[in-house]
């Protein structure tokens, strides 16, 4: 009876504990965050964090963030020995600053997070470029990471230069280029920047600060994406068929838009700015039983200086000019390699990249997939990357680097 008691009691306290602790299980999660493809060599940025799920309001928790450098040679076979290696932890970042970008305005928090946070890319020969922000957030301090064949370092640290802006607006107000370097937005105290996240500074550009400026100037036409090329010769504006103006049901909705006089049906045309040319000139949108509606196009690329229009479905990849000259189509072999996701990055001189992640069956955790099209060959390529096994039950050994103090 004393030992059924005593089970019991130890039972209850544990019961109140977890109660009072709020959790009921943990585990690691791994999160593929920006990512490179130089070559055959795949590098992507991962932040793993302890995510504990809470006892009564079901919410989850994290602590324990991790950032890591995974580092994929896609020239050698899948599950080979040394194919795939990850560097770090690169640096443990404040617990408050998982999920936030240091360039990306949340609209439903303070910039506490976004000042704490440090801010990284990919330069273009595949070094992260990392700037770390000082206790105040006024100034960061940049750190290359290099990696190669013979394994990763850093770069000594430049001075401390003064932070970028602090971005502001909503999604349809900003422009990303395809490389994710340059972000075309409004700025704190008024007005646009382009910023290079690269170089972590300011990049003035009057004629794109303009562009932005003019779009945003223009009436009834909220609800729009906005698409910036590598190259920053093209800005595209893409709008919802239909935009509720007053967002609430029953609210006020356009169906069109103005420009030069004239009156476009939202759903059938895009707006093109181009940065040689005289003014602002309206595009039609292909029409396919496979792209309605939106997203189409999904994204903007300049390739060899001429803009092409990318528009997506699970059947197809396309990629349009925009005078309609040129269409490059992905073969029908490759058709259902990718889902309809516009997460899709113009690579090199003509390959697109389509990131998609899927469950793998059997509980095996997530799987990011990357689908290579080769607009010039027509060759399609595809890679999987299970980073939950990885950095879950298949663990793979970690290189230190040195871990910078944030």
Not at 49 to 67: E, F, K, M
Not at 237 to 258: I, K, M, S, Y
């Amino acid at each position: 009876m004393s030992r059924v008691s005593h089970s019991g009691g130890r039972w209850a306290v544990g019961f109140l504990c977890a109660l009072a602790c709020g959790c009921v299980s943990s585990s690691r999660n791994a999160e593929l965050r920006e990512w490179a493809l130089t070559g055959t060599t795949f590098r992507a940025v991962v932040d793993t964090a302890v995510s504990s799920t809470g006892w009564l309001d079901h919410t989850s928790r994290i602590s324990d963030p991790r950032t890591y450098l995974l580092v994929v040679d896609l020239s050698r076979p899948a599950g080979e020995a040394g194919r795939a290696r990850v560097y770090g932890p690169l640096w443990r970042a404040p617990e408050r600053t998982w999920g936030v970008r240091a360039d990306e305005p949340d609209l439903f928090g303070d910039d506490a997070a976004r000042l704490a946070a440090p801010d990284y890319a990919f330069d273009r020969d595949g070094t992260l470029v990392c700037h770390v922000p000082d206790r105040a957030g006024a100034t960061v301090r940049q750190h290359r990471l290099v990696s190669d064949a013979s394994g990763a370092r850093w770069k000594p640290a430049t001075r401390r230069i003064p932070r970028p802006p602090l971005t502001r607006g909503t999604s349809d107000e900003r422009a990303r280029s395809n490389d994710l370097r340059y972000h075309l937005t409004p700025v704190e105290g008024g007005g646009s920047a382009l910023i290079d996240r690269v170089e972590g500074r300011g990049a003035p550009d009057r004629w794109l600060e303009q562009a932005l400026d003019r779009v945003r100037a223009m009436p009834d036409f909220g609800n729009v994406r906005l698409l910036l090329t590598d190259d920053l010769k093209y800005l595209v504006a893409v709008p919802a068929p239909r935009w509720n103006v007053e967002a609430r049901p029953g609210g006020r909705t356009v169906e069109t838009f103005e420009l030069a006089g004239r009156t476009y049906a939202r759903g059938r045309y895009v707006i093109v700015l181009a940065r040689d040319a005289q003014g602002p000139v309206v595009v039609e949108r292909i029409e396919h039983a496979q792209f309605r509606g939106w997203p189409g196009p999904a994204d903007a690329y300049s390739i060899g200086g001429e803009l092409f229009l990318y528009y997506t479905s699970a059947a197809q990849q396309r990629l349009v000019s925009a005078g309609g000259k040129t269409t490059y189509v992905t073969p029908p072999a490759a058709a259902g390699m990718w889902d309809t996701s516009s997460n899709a990055r113009l690579v090199g001189d003509a390959t697109v990249v389509v990131r998609t992640s899927f469950l793998r069956s059997g509980s095996g955790g997530f799987v990011d997939r990357f689908v290579a099209w080769d607009v010039r060959t027509g060759e399609v390529r595809r890679f999987d990357l299970p980073v939950d096994a990885w950095f879950g039950r298949r663990r793979l050994k970690k290189e230190p680097v040195g871990e910078l103090r944030l």
